[in-house]
C-alpha cells in the first residue's frame, strides 16, 4: 500500500503497523544504522512477543538491543549476539528463543525474501553444526544447503535521505543491511534523517527505490551513546547511560 | 587475553609480512585489529569490512569520529582514497566468491588438520558466528592469532577440536605468542618460533603433532 507520493506518515501513525508476536525486521550493524525512533516508538506503545530478525542485537542500550533490555522479544534471529549480554542471558534462562545463521547467509536470506525468491543455495557451514538438520541439494557436482528465504510483517530501515516517494540515500556505513531488510517487509518503514521534494534525488544516486517503501517518518535522531564515546569520555569499559 | 600488549604487538607485526601488495584484507576483532598498525602504506591494501567497506582506513583523530562511519566492531574507522560503501550482501558476496586474499582471525582452539573453532562454547559462551563461518571458510589464505594455551594453561592447538567447529581445514597459519605453524596437507609445520621461546617450549605446550624443520628461524 501507498499513499500516492507523499509516503510521509507521523510516528502515531506508524505505530498503527505494530502489533504484538509481530515478526520484524530492523536494519543496523552493532546498532550503527539501526532507526534510534522507531525502536523508540515500539517501545512506547507496548508492543511485545516480537519475532525479531536483525543482524545481532547491537547493544543492551542501543538499537535493536534496547528491545532485547525490554524483554519485548520471545524469539530471534540473528549472526551474534556477543556485544549485547542481555540477550546472551536472556537466552541460557530460555525467555529467548535464539537462531544463530552466519552473517553472509542470514543478508543473502533477506535478500531472497525481499526479490521474491523462495530460498537460497548457500555452503557456508556445510561440515559443522550450521550443516546439521538441513536440507541439502548437489548442483554441478557441489552441496549446497537450501537456506530458505525471510520475510517479516513488518520491516523498519535507517536512511539518510529520501524523497516523498520513499526513494532512499543511506549514509557510509550505516548503509548495511538497510537495504536488505527495506525489500522484505510486508509493511517497510524508512526512519530518515532529510525528507526532500520528489525529483530532487539523483535517481542513479538511489541505493533503494521507492516502490519497497510503504512509508517514512521523521528521524529524531540517535538518542544514545555509542561505545567508543563512552570509553573516551570515561575511561569506563560499559557505563550503560541512563535514558 | 592475558598476552601483554608488547607480546600482541609482536604476533600483530609477524602477521603483518604475510600481507602483499594489492591485497583484499579482513582484520578480525583482538590481535588481528593490531595487524593494520603494522602493514606498509606503499603496499596499497584494500581492508575489507563486514559491515560493508573496502577502503578502510585507520582510526579518524579524536574530535571528528562520525557514528556512520565504523568498523565492523562499531568502532570509528576513515577510509582510503578508492574506498566503496555497499550493502551487507555485497560485503559477504566478496567474501564469498574468494575475491579475500587474507583474513585474519582469532581462535579458541586449532586442529592440527586446520579445523578451527572460534564462536560457541556450549553451555557457557554462546555469542553467535557473526561473519566468521564465511571468512574463514571461503578467505583464499586463513591465518589465526591466538594465545598458545588458555588461561589454564591448555593447549590451543590440539589434535582435534573438542568445541564445535567454525570450519574444517581451514587454517593456513597459526602465530601465537611462541611460535608460527603453517598447515599444509592437513600436516602443522614448525619453522619459526617467537624470541624467547624455544622449540622445546612450543613442544610442551602444543597439543597436536608437529612436524619440525631442520631450519628454524626466530622472529624478534
Known sequence: MTNGVDKQISLESASAYFHNGMSLMIGGFGGVGAPPTLVNLILEKDIKDIFLISNDTGFPWIGPGKLIT???VKKLIASHIGSNPEAGKQMQEGSLKVEFVPQGTLAEKIRAGGMGLGGILVDVGLGTVVGANKDKVTVGNKEYMIEPALTADVALVYAKKADRYGNLIYDKSARNTNPLVATAGQITIAEVEEIVPVGSLDPEEIVTPGVFVDYIIQSKGV???WVWELKQGTGSQE???SK | MGLGIETRHRIARRAALEIKKGMIVNLGIG???LVADYIEQDLHIMLHT?????GMGGSPQPGTE???LSNAGGYPVSIQPGASYFDSATAFGIIRKGLLDVTILGALEVSERGDIANWIVPGKRVP???GAIDLAQKAKKVIILMNHTDKYGNPKIVSNCSLPLTVREG???IITEKAVFHCEEGKLYLREIMSPYTVEDVIQTTGASIVVDEQISVFQ
Do not use: F, H, S
Open chain 2, 31 to 33: 590481535i588481528p585489529t
Open chain 1, 239 to 241: 557505563g550503560q547511560p
Open chain 2, 171 to 173: 587454517a593456513d597459519m
Open chain 1, 223 to 225: 538518542d544514545w551513546k
Open chain 1, 70 to 72: 525490554e524483554k519485548r
Open chain 2, 50 to 54: 563486514e559491515n560493508g567497506i573496502l
Open chain 2, 66 to 68: 562520525d557514528g556512520n
Open chain 2, 128 to 130: 553467535g558466528m557473526g
